[in-house]
C-alpha cells in the first residue's frame, strides 16, 4: 500500500504553498484511494529544534557505523537522549514508511522556513538513505527565481533541496512546483507583474495536479 507523508511549512494559514500541496495531497489521495495518508502542520505544530541529546544520538550512530534506521533506538543510553529519541521517532517513523513525501514550503528569504529546517535536522542522521522514495517540493516564491531570471543566482531554497535529498538521502525522484511573482498581490511596485503571477500560479496549479497522478 502506497503512503503519503504531507507537510506544510508555511507561516501563513491561507497561502499558495498550502494550496498547491493541497491540490496535489487531494489528486493523490484520489488516485490511490487504498493509500496511507499522513499530514503535519510544522507552523502550526513547531517540531523542536535539536538540542544537546540530539547530536549526542547522532555521534553515536555515527561513531557505531549504525545506518538501519530501526537499530537508531540503540543510540539512547540516557534520560535526556529518551526525551530527544522521544520527538525524533514518531517523525522518523512517519517518514520511513513514506513512499512519497510532499512538502508545501514558501521560500523565505532565498532558503527554507526554519519550521522545515528543524524537522529536516530532527530526521537526519548520518548515511541515512531514503532511496526509492520520490520527494515534491509544492512552493511559493514572492518574486522570479526560475532559470534565467536575475534572481536565479539567489535560490538557495530548491538548490538546497534537492541538493540535500540526492545527497544525503540518495533520492533522484524531486519534483518542484513553484508559483512565482506572489508579492504581485500586495507590492506596489510589482503590481505589473500581476498577470505573470497569476499564469504561473495557474501552471503549478495545474502541474501539482497532474504531478500526483503520473
Known sequence: MSRLLHLDASARRESFSRDLSGIYARAWRAANPGGGYTYRDLAADPVPHIGQAWTELCDHVLA????????????????????????????????????????????????????LKAWIDQVTFPRMRLTGRAFVVAGARGGAYGPGT??????????????????????????????ELTNALVDPALAGLRGEHERSAAAARELAGKTAVR
Open 64 to 115: 557505531h557505523g549504525i545506518t538501519d534506521i530501526g537499530r537508531y533506538r540503540e543510540a539512547v543510553r540516557t534520560p535526556a537522549q529518551a526525551e530527544a529519541w522521544a520527538i525524533v521517532e514518531p517523525l522518523l517513523s512517519e517518514l520511513e514508511s513514506a513512499d512519497v513525501v510532499l512538502i508545501g514550503t514558501p521560500m523565505y528569504n532565498y532558503s527554507v522556513p526554519s519550521a
Open 150 to 179: 536575475p534572481r536565479e543566482p539567489f535560490d538557495h531554497e530548491e538548490r538546497y533541496l534537492r541538493d540535500f535529498f540526492l545527497g544525503h538521502f540518495g533520492v533522484e525522484d524531486v519534483t518542484f512546483v513553484h508559483a
